[in-house]
């Protein structure tokens, strides 16, 4: 996640009453690898998203330590990919991704994968593929996913680049939840298709490790996103 914004610096984001009160999130990668998750709890941390994968040949090593944490403090939790469209298909990554770390059940505190799709950290910002391309991409990521886990992953992007690089699809609006970046007081504007996010990373640093999230909704409402 580090990478949408490694030229920005943090923003304290002073949420409104109502953005207070909803269930607050964090996620995490290998760049956190000394996590005090009771103190985490004890701050009000509902949720966390922790990376599990990238591409078809990373694993975070300190993913089993991260969600065993996470878990050992009834902290709702799940795993996420950063997507590598130029290395190989969607499909592949996807079963990648399920086979370390990043499927689904129905257990109440599993969050869905999240498919972390945004800026090219490595070279062209687009991965050299055209709008159709990188649609198709997520589709086939997605398409697999769903058919190994049985949930549509969560989508994290950033509309800027959500609209250079997909030509601003609303092909997924339907069945994959948002997962928005902006790093800002509100949201903003959206992806084409949706009417509001399931989760908005405000801001890169803050009282907790990782990044900052808020959940679009209620407790009962994130138990239920759990559940499927």
């Known amino acids: 996640m580090k990478w949408l914004f490694v030229l920005a610096f943090a923003l304290s984001v002073v949420h409104t009453g109502a953005e207070a009160a909803k269930p607050q999130g964090i ?7 000394n996590i005090n998750w009771q103190q985490v709890k004890a ?15 990373y694993k975070n090593p300190e993913f089993n330590k991260q969600y065993t944490g996470a878990t050992n403090v ?26 370390n770390g990043g499927g689904w059940s129905g257990d109440g505190r599993t969050l869905p994968g999240a498919l972390d799709i945004e800026f090219n950290p490595y070279g062209q ?14 589709r086939d990521f997605s398409n697999t996913y769903k058919a190994r886990t049985g949930r549509y992953p969560v989508i994290y992007t950033n509309t800027n680049w959500w609209k250079q690089c997909t ?18 007081s509100k949201p903003g504007e959206l992806p084409a298709g949706y009417m509001y996010e399931t989760f908005w990373q405000y801001a890169s640093s803050g009282p907790n490790p990782g990044d900052q999230n808020v959940f679009n909704g209620d407790m009962a409402g994130l138990q239920r996103f759990a559940r499927g």
Not at 27 to 33: A, E, F, I, R, T
Request: overall charge neutral.
């Open 27 to 33: 996620d995490v990668s290998g760049h956190q690898p």
């Open 43 to 57: 701050n009000g941390i509902a949720f966390a998203y922790i990376k599990a994968t990238e591409g078809t040949n």
């Open 74 to 99: 009834d902290i709702i939790r799940g795993a996420y990919h950063f997507g590598l469209p130029d290395k190989s298909s969607g499909a592949a990554q996807a079963n990648y991704f399920v086979s």
């Open 125 to 138: 910002t687009c991965y050299n593929k055209s709008p159709s391309d990188m649609v198709a991409w997520i």
């Open 167 to 184: 030509g601003n699809s609303n092909v997924f609006a339907s069945n994959n939840p948002l997962w928005i970046a902006r790093y800002a």
